[in-house]
């Protein structure tokens, strides 16, 4: 069958997603309503572990970050986020194999990371496996529920494979997530999906 959905410029896969804070099994495991007030280190980065350093050179997209991850690996400190983030990392340099090794490494300290499950999703995409880029994005929205980005990947996989009732309810639920000023992108191929799903059953009538 002929795809027959056309996509909106705007309509790009979202990007990787770096954790951005230490997890704990009881982060993974529950929400705190009472969440303690976290102290605020200003400049004092020899009182950050392996995995906060790297996290914060990461994030002013400083090439140290990746040693501090492997560093981070090495002590134990946040093994599978580490991984995950190193998988970004190596992921942008082009080292795709080593991107891959890492998100699924990092799947292996922790099944339910689900910012690896997403990123594995953005490489199986990039090489068009579409169906594994939709169970990793499935199971990404699965472990986290409020993973907006994972909707909206998973939209566009469905509407490639067209699964046009299937996308619609991903992006749905991705623009119950997000601002209305991000909705506004997912507006457009919403109702190309819906253009698309109804001319799909007309031509199945």
């Not at 939709?134 to 980005?149: I, K, R, T």
């Amino acid at each position: 069958m002929a795809q027959i959905i056309k996509f909106p410029a705007q309509a790009s896969k979202l990007g990787f997603k770096r954790v951005k804070k230490r997890k704990t099994e009881r982060d993974r495991d529950q929400l705190d309503l009472f969440p303690q007030p976290r102290a605020q280190i200003l400049n004092f980065e020899s009182g950050l572990s392996p995995f906060e350093q790297a996290l914060m050179l990461d994030e002013r997209g400083d090439l140290r970050s990746a040693g501090l991850y492997t560093r981070a690996i090495e002590e134990g400190d946040c093994v599978a986020d580490a991984y995950c983030n190193l998988g970004i990392i190596e992921s942008k340099n082009g080292n795709t194999v080593k991107a891959f090794d890492c998100f699924s490494t990092s799947l292996k300290h922790d099944e339910r990371h689900s910012e690896a499950h997403y990123n594995l999703g953005n490489l199986y995409f990039e090489v068009n496996d579409f169906r594994l880029a939709q169970l990793h994005y499935e199971l990404a929205g699965h472990v986290d529920p409020s993973f907006a980005n994972a909707y909206f990947n998973l939209a566009l996989v469905q509407a490639i494979n067209n699964d046009f009732e299937a996308a619609v309810t991903a992006l749905g639920k991705y623009r119950e997530l997000v601002p209305e000023e991000e909705g506004r992108i997912a507006e457009e191929l919403l109702d190309n999906l819906r253009k698309s799903l109804a001319t799909a059953k007309s031509r199945a009538s």
